[in-house]
T-cell receptor, first 121, second 114 residues
Framework: AQKVTQAQTEISVVEKEDVTLDCVYETRDTTYYLFWYKQPPSGELVFLIRRNSFDEQNEISGRYSWNFQKSTSSFNFTITASQVVDSAVYFCALSEAWGDAGGTSYGKLTFGQGTILTVHP | EAQVTQNPRYLITVTGKKLTVTCSQNMNHEYMSWYRQDPGLGLRQIYYSMNVEVTDKGDVPEGYKVSRKEKRNFPLILESPSPNQTSLYFC?????????????FGPGTRLTVT
C-alpha cells in the first residue's frame, strides 16, 4: 500500500491563481514527521517544511500555507497568488520509525510520487 | 557552508562499466542514505548507513553497493550498470537516524546508462 499518496500528478494554473497540492499519508505510528520539498527545474531538492504528528496547527509562510489534519491523514500545501517561479515538482514525505533486520529502529523517509506544478504567465 | 556534495553531477556511461558516485557531507552527520528518483515513483531509498561501517538495504538495493569507511563519505557503487539504473540519484545525511531528524540532500547526480 502506498504510504504517501499525491493523487495529483500534474497541475496547471495561471499566475495569481491559488493552488492546493494534496498529500495523504498512512502510518500506524503515533510519532511521525511530515515534510514538503520543492524540486525546481534545476533538479535540487529544496526543503519547505517539517511538521510533527503532535502539532496540528496550520502554518503560513508568506504565500505558502500548510493544512495538517490527522483525522483525515492529510497534509495539504497551498500556494496563494501563484507565480511562474513556483513551477516545480513538489514532494510530500513521511518520516516514521522502521526496524531494520537487526532490530534497530531508524527514521525512514518515504516520498509521495510528486506533483508537477506549472504556473503559466 | 554546511552541505552535502555529490560527484559527478552528470554521467553518461555504457552497460557493464563499473562506476562510483561519491557523496560527502561536512556536518559530522551519523546517518546517510542514497535515493533514486524516477518519474511517477518519487524518491526511493537504495541504501542507508547509520554510522561508520554500518550499512543496510533500503527499498531498491538490487544492482548497487555502498560503503562507509569514513563518517563523511558514502559512495554509491554500480558494479555493472544497466539501462534500468538510468535515474536521478540523491545522497542525503542527517544528524542521527531518529525519525525527528531532517535529512539534508545533495544536488543530485543524473546518470544515463546506454
Amino acid at each position: 500500500a502506498q504510504k504517501v499518496t499525491q493523487a495529483q500528478t500534474e497541475i496547471s494554473v495561471v499566475e495569481k491563481e491559488d493552488v492546493t497540492l494534496d498529500c495523504v499519508y498512512e502510518t500506524r505510528d503515533t510519532t511521525y514527521y511530515l515534510f514538503w520539498y520543492k524540486q525546481p527545474p534545476s533538479g535540487e531538492l529544496v526543503f519547505l517544511i517539517r511538521r510533527n504528528s503532535f502539532d496540528e496547527q496550520n502554518e503560513i509562510s508568506g504565500r505558502y500555507s500548510w493544512n495538517f489534519q490527522k483525522s483525515t491523514s492529510s497534509f495539504n500545501f497551498t500556494i496563494t497568488a501563484s507565480q511562474v517561479v513556483d513551477s516545480a515538482v513538489y514532494f510530500c514525505a513521511l518520516s516514521e520509525a522502521w526496524g531494520d533486520a537487526g532490530g534497530t529502529s531508524y527514521g525512514k523517509l518515504t516520498f509521495g510520487q510528486g506533483t508537477i506544478l506549472t504556473v503559466h504567465p | 557552508e554546511a552541505q552535502v556534495t555529490q560527484n559527478p553531477r552528470y554521467l553518461i556511461t555504457v552497460t557493464g562499466k563499473k562506476l562510483t558516485v561519491t557523496c560527502s557531507q561536512n556536518m559530522n552527520h551519523e546517518y546517510m542514505s542514497w535515493y533514486r528518483q524516477d518519474p511517477g515513483l518519487g524518491l526511493r531509498q537504495i541504501y542507508y548507513s547509520m554510522n561508520v561501517e554500518v550499512t543496510d538495504k533500503g527499498d531498491v538495493p538490487e544492482g548497487y553497493k555502498v560503503s562507509r569507511k569514513e563518517k563523511r563519505n558514502f559512495p554509491l557503487i554500480l558494479e555493472s550498470p544497466s539501462p534500468n539504473q538510468t535515474s536521478l540519484y540523491f545522497c542525503a545525511s542527517s544528524l542521527g537516524s531518529d525519525v525527528a531528524y531532517e535529512q539534508y540532500f545533495g544536488p543530485g547526480t543524473r546518470l544515463t546508462v546506454t
